[in-house]
């Protein structure tokens, strides 16, 4: 099992959020993440972890420090783990025009084939298995895992959740990119981490994913109506008519007036921890 060095700590709410640095062997490079530790670790309970995924250009910290989870979250006593949101460092490679919706900041929570890219970009296995796995073995924390995440990330969650039936207790998103396959951000991801045959998009669209899941693990999704990029990169019309087609539970709430900011995300974060605590059997 590889090491973790720590890199910060910060007390947040009688618990702690803290920063770690480790070598992935499934990315091929050195990545960081945030955790956040409530209070109850420290009387030497385990708790369950809600991963968090997060959007186009975040690291771990975006979420940490916008989102204001960590008050409620050490109420439930849920920990939090963010990961970043590609892989990183010398060698990696970027957008050939650094553009910031494709490469580092946009690793699209897939598996690369094509190259140059399939060396490092292979964010679903380091999110659902070499992650946990690390986190697993150096906190105090049980399996029980569920997901969440924005954008690019609420997309991610969406994904890890259906093509992994069991592994989550529950799921939700906040402005997902809903049908990747058919939007910009996703054709130029999959385009490139997968190359142009569409059929192998399929495994990586929820809407596709929700035609054959297993598990009929209900999503609950928080969308703004204000968001800027509601109409051309998210549509989560085409989630509600893939939900609708296959009878999948869905909660979509559109919340008037809001964007697609971390200012729409704290509005909302309280509805989603209690959503998973529920599912992990926290009190609250
Ligand atoms: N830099 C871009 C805006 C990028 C952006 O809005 N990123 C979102 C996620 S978008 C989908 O995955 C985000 O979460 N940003 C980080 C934050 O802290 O807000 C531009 O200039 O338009």
Redesign the pocket.
């Given at each position: 099992m590889a090491a973790i060095e720590q890199i910060a700590a910060n007390r947040s709410f009688g618990g702690w959020h803290r920063r770690y640095r480790h070598t992935s062997a499934v990315l091929g490079c050195d990545m960081q993440f945030a955790v956040y530790l409530p209070p109850q670790v420290e009387q030497g309970e385990r708790l369950p972890v809600l991963y968090w995924l997060?959007?186009?250009?975040?690291t771990d910290e975006?979420f940490m420090q916008?989102a204001g989870a960590q008050r409620l979250a050490a109420e439930l006593g849920l920990v939090i783990v963010a990961p970043d949101t590609s892989p990183r460092g010398a060698g990696v490679p970027d957008d050939p025009d650094g553009a910031?919706d494709f490469g580092l900041g946009a690793g699209f929570y897939v598996n690369a084939t094509q190259q140059p890219w399939a060396a490092h970009y292979r964010m679903y296995d380091y999110v659902v298995s070499e992650l946990p796995a690390l986190v697993e073995a150096n906190f105090p924390v049980t399996a029980q895992r569920s997901i969440s995440g924005?954008?690019?990330?609420g997309h991610g969650a969406l994904v890890c959740a259906l093509k992994n039936p069991g592994r989550y207790q529950s799921v939700s998103a906040f402005a997902p990119?809903s049908n990747p396959s058919n939007c910009p951000?996703g054709q130029k991801a999959l385009g490139n981490y997968l190359g142009p045959e569409r059929d192998s998009w399929k495994a990586w669209d929820t809407c596709e994913l929700l035609a054959q899941a297993s598990e009929r693990l209900p999503l609950l999704v928080d969308q703004g109506e204000d968001d800027s990029?509601l109409a051309e990169q998210l549509q989560p019309e085409a989630l509600q008519a893939a939900a609708e087609r296959v009878g999948h539970p869905l909660t979509l709430r559109r919340q008037p007036g809001y964007d697609?900011?971390?200012y729409f995300i704290a509005s909302f974060i309280d509805d989603h921890l209690r959503h998973h605590a529920r599912a992990l059997g926290r009190p609250g």
């Open positions: 997060s959007g186009l250009t975040c975006n916008k910031w924005h954008s690019m990330g990119i951000w990029f697609h900011s971390y």
